[in-house]
T-cell receptor
């Protein structure tokens, strides 16, 4: 069975550029999460979707970050304009139910470096 | 707000020694989940504990959920190099739609 698929695996770009991260959740999972992981701040929840609807985006750092889920099999996280402090590993995870009571399945992540 | 505290932050062990990480929640949890993240990898679900006082084993790994459902532990017997990584506990947030994550315990095998 295919797991959560993220692309790209690595992204290196200059500050000020737009960055788009992509995620395909596990088929049939209706909950999708975007996380950011850094050494300093650990694993942070950015936004949570349930049935393609954003439920909580309180973790999104600022207006430069936006996320969409146009359908059940695709989500994007966009940073515009990017800054060096956005450098981190970004994970997408999906779950078969609201994430608190069911396991979350993570993608391999996107390692983002903003120069 | 709700917090999940996990200790220690790091544990250095010789191969063959035991390892334990502890997790404490500020509130009662309906369940607790454990994940493992290998260096350079992503968190991978290990197990979910639901019942008060529950103990589950996976080979050399023993997971416990406290009687009050506010604390949990993971114990690894006779560590091997394949156990290296960071172990996270996580429990449902107040709204139950997200997980509140511990900071993780990094298991390091001494050369």
């Amino acid at each position: 069975d295919a797991g959560v698929i993220q692309s790209p695996r690595h992204e290196v770009t200059e500050m000020g550029q737009e960055v788009t991260l992509r995620c395909k959740p596990i088929s049939g999972h209706n909950s999708l999460f975007w996380y950011r992981q850094t050494m300093m701040r650990g694993l942070e929840l950015l936004i949570y979707f349930n049935n393609n609807v954003p439920i909580d985006d309180s973790g999104m750092p600022e207006d430069r970050f936006s996320a969409k889920m146009p359908n059940a099999s695709f989500s994007t996280l966009k940073i515009q304009p990017s800054e060096p402090r956005d450098s981190a590993v970004y994970f997408c995870a999906s779950s078969s139910a609201p994430g608190g009571n069911q396991p979350q399945h993570f993608g391999d992540g996107t390692r983002l470096s903003i120069l | 707000g709700q917090q999940v505290m996990q200790i220690p932050q790091y544990q250095h062990v010789q191969e063959g020694e035991d390892f334990t990480t502890y997790c404490n929640s500020s509130t009662t949890l309906s369940n607790i989940q454990w994940y493992k993240q290998r260096p350079g990898g992503h968190p991978v679900f290990l197990i979910q504990l639901v019942k008060s006082g529950e103990v589950k084993k996976q080979k050399r790994l023993t997971f416990q959920f406290g009687e009050a459902k506010k604390n949990s532990s993971l114990h690894i017997t006779a560590t091997q190099t394949t156990d290296v990584g960071t172990y996270f506990c996580a429990g449902p947030g107040g709204s139950n739609y997200q997980l509140i994550w511990g900071a993780g315990t990094k298991l390091i095998i001494k050369p």
